[in-house]
Structure formats: structure tokens, C-alpha cells
């Protein structure tokens, strides 16, 4: 199952993101079933709700960004467990990676090991695989 982190949720809902086509397109595909069973983390929630707070969004416009995404059909959910915070410290150690890349990594890695992201930090996991989303998509 792979997983779709903070970087396409923003480039989703902003439609002056580079990227916002790229995501328009990735989701799409989820919902039609294209891309097997993808999910997003936990952690992606946590950290998309603090960046858009940080940046003086609503908790009201917070809350309807995360019910649309819920929404979102054949979108899965990997919820953080104490496994995938430890395995997060473990990243970190070894890695020298912030801590929400660390807890997105670590839910990849304990499911199916690939992650959909422009992120390079993930490129430099070597068990993850890391896919560009525009190679995901036909853009």
C-alpha cells in the first residue's frame, strides 16, 4: 500500500501549488482504483493540520480539508501506532531525518515500503522505494 504524504494533500487543496495538476490527477486515480490500495499516514493529518494552523487557516477550513479527504474514495488510512514510532526513531538515528519525514517513512516502511512524493529525503532510505508523482500519474 503506498502512501501519499504532506506534500501532495497541500499541492491538492492549493490550487496555485506547482504540483496542484500532479495531486488533482494522483487522487483521481486513487479513486478509480488505479493505484492499489494507497494510504495516507496519521502522521501526513498531523502535520498537514499544524502546517495549515502555523499559516492562520481555520480549524474549520482544517476540518472540511480533512473530511474531503476522507472522502476520497478507495484512500486508506495508516494509523500511528507505537511500531511506527519507534521505527521512526530508529530513521531518525540513521538518517538524520525531521521528525513527521521519520513517522511517514516509518509507515511506508512497515507497510508495503513505497511512499508517492517529491520529498528526496526519502530517496536516501535505501528499503523504501520513493515515487515522484508525476511518474505516478500520466501527466
Same mark, same amino acid.
Given at each position: +500500500?503506498?502512501?501519499?504524504?504532506?506534500? +501532495?494533500?497541500?499541492?491538492?487543496?492549493?490550487?496555485? !501549488?506547482?504540483?496542484?495538476?500532479?495531486?488533482?490527477?494522483?487522487?483521481?486515480?486513487?479513486?478509480?482504483?488505479?493505484?492499489? *490500495?494507497?494510504?495516507?499516514?496519521? $502522521?501526513?493529518? +498531523?502535520?498537514?493540520?499544524?502546517?495549515?494552523?502555523?499559516?492562520?487557516?481555520?480549524? %474549520? =477550513?482544517?476540518?472540511? !480539508?480533512? *473530511?474531503?479527504?476522507?472522502?476520497?474514495? *478507495?484512500?486508506?488510512?495508516?494509523?500511528?501506532? $507505537?511500531?511506527?514510532?519507534?521505527?521512526?526513531?530508529?530513521?531518525?538515528?540513521?538518517? $538524520? @531525518? =525531521? #521528525?513527521?519525514?521519520?513517522?511517514?517513512?516509518?509507515?511506508?516502511?512497515?507497510?508495503?515500503?513505497?511512499?508517492?512524493? =517529491? %520529498?528526496?529525503? #526519502?530517496?536516501? @532510505?535505501?528499503?523504501?522505494?520513493?515515487?515522484?508523482?508525476?511518474?505516478?500519474?500520466? =501527466?
Amino acid at each position: +500500500m503506498p502512501i501519499i504524504e504532506l506534500d +501532495m494533500l497541500i499541492a491538492f487543496v492549493n490550487r496555485v !501549488d506547482a504540483l496542484h495538476n500532479v495531486a488533482v490527477k494522483l487522487f483521481n486515480e486513487v479513486a478509480r482504483g488505479k493505484l492499489g *490500495n494507497v494510504a495516507v499516514p496519521t $502522521s501526513a493529518y +498531523m502535520e498537514y493540520e499544524l502546517v495549515l494552523r502555523s499559516r492562520g487557516y481555520s480549524e %474549520d =477550513t482544517v476540518l472540511s !480539508d480533512l *473530511n474531503a479527504f476522507r472522502r476520497i474514495k *478507495n484512500l486508506g488510512e495508516i494509523p500511528l501506532t $507505537s511500531e511506527v514510532i519507534a521505527k521512526a526513531l530508529e530513521l531518525r538515528k540513521r538518517y $538524520s @531525518i =525531521t #521528525y513527521f519525514d521519520s513517522l511517514h517513512a516509518a509507515s511506508a516502511l512497515l507497510h508495503d515500503k513505497t511512499v508517492i512524493s =517529491t %520529498d528526496r529525503v #526519502y530517496r536516501r @532510505i535505501a528499503e523504501l522505494r520513493a515515487i515522484d508523482p508525476r511518474e505516478a500519474v500520466d =501527466t
